[in-house]
């Protein structure tokens, strides 16, 4: 196992929401290792973002953050102060976020927005962070990058768009790579790309991956390890090829069970949803939070604890009622 790059323990998000504190994310806890990939899959609103953002601090100012402890390349990311923080974000953490259009300005051509990066965070001068702007968008893909480098946002397609994006994460060469379901919108050969993209980077750049997608045929195919989030908890964590072949949570194998697959006709189809809807945010549970859409509960999961427990090698989750149940 690689040494940690990166560490949260007890992570808790809060919103104000019709005058009471409304929890989205509660006490979750993963790492991350050095070179490693690690996904975090789950359904819309399981607090995927907000624990990604944590890792730089940078929550919506209505939230509220609190852990444990949060520590990154061996720096205790909750007591940075105002510079080392611009300087982690800037230098140390390279984050694609869920929207490109929000984070790319439309008024700038976007070699430009590259370059721009480059000499406020790197300390290029101005020809050096054009040339390496240029060799960017050639590592990321991008077909006549001279061309490229004089367009603006809205004249590139959206793969197109997320590799700018991804070209801007990556140029400071970041020792992780935030990467918040960078391929959903994009359609599958181009989903394929941009993710072979990624695992090339990580093998050159020899950096970490923290991917986030609600889709696990994504997170299968390119994760070390995955953190399975539901209604703010991380409810089972490890090896993505243990959690793929016997899943412990029934909401694991619920979310497993719903991944498209081939018919015997060859084709696609996708199966039925998970019955139910998850807890929403402000809505006070009790016990475990999946217990109205399990088909393994009982009267206990109503009062019992969240606890990660131990099922294999590297390998937890929180249901103690499918301990030792491989089905
Ligand atoms: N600024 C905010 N104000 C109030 N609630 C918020 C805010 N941001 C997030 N939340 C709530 O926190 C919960 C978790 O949000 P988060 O964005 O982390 O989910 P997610 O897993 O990334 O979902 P998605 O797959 O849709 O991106 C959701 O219920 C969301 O509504
Ligand atoms: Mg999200």
């Known amino acids: 196992m690689s040494d940690s790059l990166l560490h949260i323990e007890n992570l808790r998000v809060a919103f104000r929401h019709g005058g009471r504190n409304a929890v989205a994310v509660h006490g979750a806890s993963l790492d991350v290792g050095a070179g490693e990939v690690v996904g975090?899959?789950?359904e819309s609103g399981s607090g995927k973002s907000l624990?990604?953002?944590?890792?730089?601090?940078?929550?919506p100012p209505?939230?509220?953050m609190s852990a444990n402890q949060i520590v990154f390349d061996g720096h205790d990311v909750l007591a940075m102060d105002r510079a080392a923080l611009r300087a982690h974000r800037a230098r140390s953490v390279g984050m694609i976020f869920q929207d490109p259009f929000s984070c790319l300005d439309p008024t700038k051509r976007v070699g430009e927005q590259i370059a721009e990066t480059l000499r406020?965070?790197?300390g290029l001068d101005r020809a050096a962070a054009k040339s390496q702007a240029l060799t960017l968008l050639e590592d990321v893909g991008i077909a006549s990058p001279d061309r490229r480098y004089l367009s603006y946002p809205h004249e590139l397609s959206g793969g197109m768009r997320?590799?700018?994006m991804i070209a801007i994460a990556v140029a400071t060469k970041p020792k992780l790579l935030?990467?918040?379901e960078a391929t959903t919108a994009l359609d599958v050969t181009t989903q394929a790309q941009i993710l072979s993209l990624i695992q090339r980077?990580?093998?050159?750049?020899?950096?970490?991956?923290?991917?986030v997608s609600h889709d696990f045929?994504?997170?299968a195919q390119v994760c070390d390890r995955v953190a399975v989030m539901y209604g703010g908890y991380v409810v089972e964590f490890g090896p993505v090829e243990d959690i793929c072949t016997r899943p412990q949570h029934p909401y694991t194998r619920a979310l497993l069970d719903s991944i498209p697959s081939l018919e015997s006709a060859g084709q696609r189809v996708r199966r039925a949803g998970i019955p139910g809807q998850p807890p929403s945010l402000g809505e006070v549970t009790t016990g475990c939070p999946f217990v109205d859409r399990c088909t393994y509960a009982s009267d206990p999961c109503r009062t019992m604890e969240m606890v990660m427990l131990e099922v294999g090698r590297g390998h937890t989750s929180a249901c103690p009622v499918t301990i030792g149940n491989r089905s």
């Open 178 to 180: 935030i990467a918040d």
């Open 120 to 122: 406020v965070n790197a």
């Open 40 to 42: 975090l899959v789950g």
């Open 51 to 59: 624990t990604c953002r944590s890792v730089i601090r940078m929550l």
């Open 62 to 64: 209505e939230g509220a």
């Open 217 to 219: 045929g994504v997170i």
């Open 201 to 211: 980077l990580r093998r050159e750049i020899g950096m970490s991956v923290l991917l």
């Open 162 to 164: 997320q590799r700018v």
